[in-house]
């Protein structure tokens, strides 16, 4: 309503949030740390990226409502620019007249030359010109048409990807016959001028090009026999297992590592997604598998005081699987009755409470308390010694599609109807003749042994298992990951791994603020898209379904069944 | 049609594998305290003064659990949900009490004139409490409402995780020692008995505030709407409730509640961390659900019985067991208990059947 009728309101108010969030990200230390990271060298670095980005930010939210009236959106947003400037402005002003420092610790002169391109408060007038400036750009972007917007913000990303991973980007490109074109596209800090340049112009031709060939190709494709349809399937899956085989070759140890932690984190999320995404057991303590897992390939195969057996990784390994399997089943039984959220507080409780007991002076002599089980070998087959991460790797993908196609099979078998049944409710499925006891155990059981399994590989990763490695943050990443992805779907397993593993780990200098965004986008996405970035077409179906046709009343009823 | 079914006599063959593994959990958790309190009586190596220190303190930080888990059973009650960045509004609460303390202790303040500068702590600890927590309800919860149910568990993960280490950003890693007040070093003498100061303060003050909430829920107006809401949303609504406006008002009571209870925390531990809230956060939570999730002076009690089992718990049971260091096992009891409440009475002490009704 006052959207309509107050624009200037509105505008006011959006200039007012955007520039609180600014000066928020400025004292939580963000920009500071950005600051460092060279973007285009010598052009723009990270932290007045940032700013900028929501200036710009500032302007899109300010000028959408009022899209179809160009002149006014660029003006509302130019003015909601203008505000943000002003109160970013303002912090410097206060920064300066009184120390902050006393009380944030990230308020160091350093971060108010940033803010203030290094002229201290005579800068206030252009800390709010170039928001209003930057937000009227943002604001524009509105106005155009749909096309060149997207080719903008192709270019935008691709140059923000490259930018902030230029490190990474660069460790790839090592090889010699490379080194003509890595010295062109990036210098020690960032990209050069030039490279940012090239790279703007190369994901603008390839956004363009996908845009005119997108309807023709999935004409083409839909076009084919079916047969020819399961072929260029096939001939995908291939290429993708052939890419993955020699993946390490070229990526080197450090990306082989993330790799590997991104597959451990998919067999964990496998493991709970049968739990949680077709059996809908919300499981908070799904951690004390992967421990368990963990700890019976430690104790059997390490070379320590701590051995109870010397097996080789392997043979330790199916005894893991047995071992995660009886604990699961374990844990399990005594939850069968526990419903909803007070599952996931009882299961959050049994996980602290393993972790906690193995952690204790308690059980030191078995299980070496905080020191835990060092000494684990690695696994060594036909005289091929699976020495570092790039040799890891192929466990890693090796057991991931296993326990994948198990997992596919399990949807779609008896089952997992079965699961699926019980998780739409309960008491339906019982009446449907479902024996719910052993459907329950089941997916307890074999979701610990996904668990289970990753926790085997993680220990000769590591070489040493410690109960720190196993906190109940480990259970709510493998959730947020699976919801991330999307409930219930395979694939979406994948897609949450990379991003909520892979990414933060290529991060690796911002780790202090991982948790800080993680938390805002997992806020963001159950807002934005709660099906997750790569969902089953159930839960898609679903979820837009009840949030569009069933009034709020009827909703809480079918909760309270 | 109907087909006469053998009923098996005798009640032993109706018992399935799930139950007697159940009965054997709760046989072996009756043994096992038996065994552990007969163990540490007999060999009697505490005296009387050991056992009343270690049931104020239960006592002292019993009521702390009971005034977080206040804001966990009120959420609860009304919207179904758990409110996973509870404790982290409990956190900042803490956060503010510190450097509110710092700044009245920098100009002497805080020991010049105790009385006013705790009034003061409170009230500025209660209000930022306050306000986080609406912004939380605001942000993360309010666009939700209606979405399926781990949608908002899972935001208000995400809430948790950036309440957390917003802090951490902005005030630093470490921990922060708090200032003491001069007037509450030492003990007061009750009836013979020594008592911490600082632990009766907390004891006195929590009582109070709970005691407010609970005139103000049970007398008030909007206490009566909160309870109406609390029973059933749809019919307070068609009775002219406000409901948004009840919600806002349960979400501002429980995060004073919980930053007042931040501030007594940090009177009796004297640090503050960024990480501090996950575990009063967690117990308080398993204090609601003791006590009866939706009620409130299941709440409280919940937390009273929280804190004294974790305080005199490790050295009256485990200690009789012979196991070292008992005390790291506190957080073990705990969750013990949480877990053997949802199994065996979810209800908890005063609640009705939720679990089953609602869940």
Known sequence: ?561 | MSVAIPVPRGWWRRLSVVELYLWAFRIAVVVIVLWGTTGTLRAGRYTSEVWIDFFVFGLSQGAIYALIALGYTMVYGILRMINFAHGDIFMVGAYTAFYAARALHVRGLFNGNPAFSLAVVLAVAMGVSLVTALLVERVAYRPLRRAPRLVPLISAIGASFFIEYAVRGLYGSGYQAYPEFEIFKGEWVLLGIGVLRTQAVVIVASLLLMTALYLFVMRTKTGTAMRAVSEDIEVAALMGINVDRIIVVTFAIGGAAAGAAGVLYALVFKQVHFFMGFYPGIKAFTAAVLGGIGNIPGAMLGGVFLGLFESVGPILVLDGLGIPAPYQLKDVIAFTMLVMVLIFRPSGILGERLAQKKA
Not at chain 1, 153 to 173: K, P, R, T, Y
Not at chain 1, 249 to 254: D, N, S, Y
């Open chain 1, 1 to 561: 309503m006052t959207a309509t009728s107050r624009p200037w309101r509105r505008t006011l108010r959006t200039g007012l949030l955007w520039g609180t969030g600014a000066v928020f990200v400025a004292l939580v230390g963000l920009v500071e740390v950005l600051q460092g990271k060279e973007i285009i060298t010598g052009v723009i670095a990270g932290g007045h990226l940032l700013m900028l980005l929501l200036a710009a930010g500032a302007g899109l939210s300010a000028a959408r409502p009022q899209a179809h009236r160009p002149g006014v959106a660029v003006g509302s947003a130019a003015a909601s620019g203008l505000v943000a400037g002003l109160v970013v402005g303002a912090l410097v002003a206060l920064a300066s007249a009184m120390p902050l420092r006393g009380m944030f610790v990230a308020a160091s002169p350093e971060l108010f030359a940033i803010l203030s391109f290094g002229r201290g408060v005579a800068a206030l007038p252009w800390i709010a010109l170039t928001g209003a400036a930057v937000a009227a750009g943002g604001g524009a972007l509105i106005v155009l048409p749909r096309a060149i917007r997207a080719l903008l913000s192709a270019m935008i990303g691709a140059l923000l990807v490259i930018g902030l991973l230029h490190e990474q980007v660069q460790l790839l490109l090592q090889a010699d016959r490379l080194t003509p074109l890595r010295e062109l596209v990036f210098s020690f800090e960032g990209l050069t001028p030039v490279g940012a340049l090239l790279i703007a112009g190369v994901s603008a031709a390839v956004s363009g090009l996908w845009q005119v060939q997108r309807p023709r190709m999935g004409a083409r494709i839909a076009a084919l026999p079916p047969q020819g349809r399961r072929r260029l399937r096939l001939v995908g899956m291939l290429a993708s297992v052939l890419g993955l085989l020699v993946l390490p070759l070229f990526v080197g140890p450090f990306f082989s590592q993330v790799l590997v932690l991104v597959g451990l984190y998919t067999l964990m999320g496998l493991g709970l997604n049968l739990e949680v995404g077709f059996a809908g057991l919300l499981d908070l303590g799904f951690v004390a598998f992967f421990a368990a897992g963990a700890y019976t390939v430690g104790l059997l195969t390490t070379g320590t005081d701590l051995a109870v057996a010397s097996l080789s990784w392997w043979s330790a390994m199916l005894v893991a699987v047995v071992v995660s399997l009886i604990a699961g089943v374990f844990f399990g039984l005594p939850v069968l009755g526990i419903r909803g959220d007070y599952l996931a507080i009882a299961t959050l409780g049994f996980g602290e409470i393993i972790r906690l007991l193995v952690l204790s002076d308690f059980l030191r002599p078995w299980l070496g308390g905080s020191q835990g089980v060092l000494g684990i070998p690695k696994p060594v087959l036909f005289g091929f010694e699976f020495r570092g991460p790039e040799q890891l790797f192929f466990i890693t993908v090796g057991a991931s599609a296993v326990i994948a196609f198990i997992a596919a099979r399990l949807r779609d078998s008896r089952l997992g109807r079965a699961w699926m049944a019980m998780r739409e409710d309960e008491d339906v499925a019982q009446a449907m003749g479902i024996n719910l006891v052993n459907v329950k155990l089941l997916a307890y059981g074999i979701g610990a042994i996904f668990a289970g399994v990753s926790g085997a590989i993680f220990a000769v990763m590591v070489g040493s298992v410690f109960p720190h490695s196993f906190s109940v943050l480990v259970s709510i990443n493998v959730l947020a990951l699976i919801i991330v992805g999307g409930m219930g779907s395979l694939p979406g397993v994948v897609v949450g791994a990379l991003f909520l593993v892979g990414l933060p780990e290529l991060l690796r200098e911002f780790s202090d603020f991982r948790y800080l965004v993680y938390g805002a986008a997992l806020m963001a996405m159950m807002i934005l898209r709660p099906e997750g970035l790569w969902p089953s077409a159930a839960q898609r179906r679903e979820l837009h379904e009840e949030i569009e046709t069933v009034p709020p009343g009827e909703m809480i009823e079918a909760e309270e069944v």
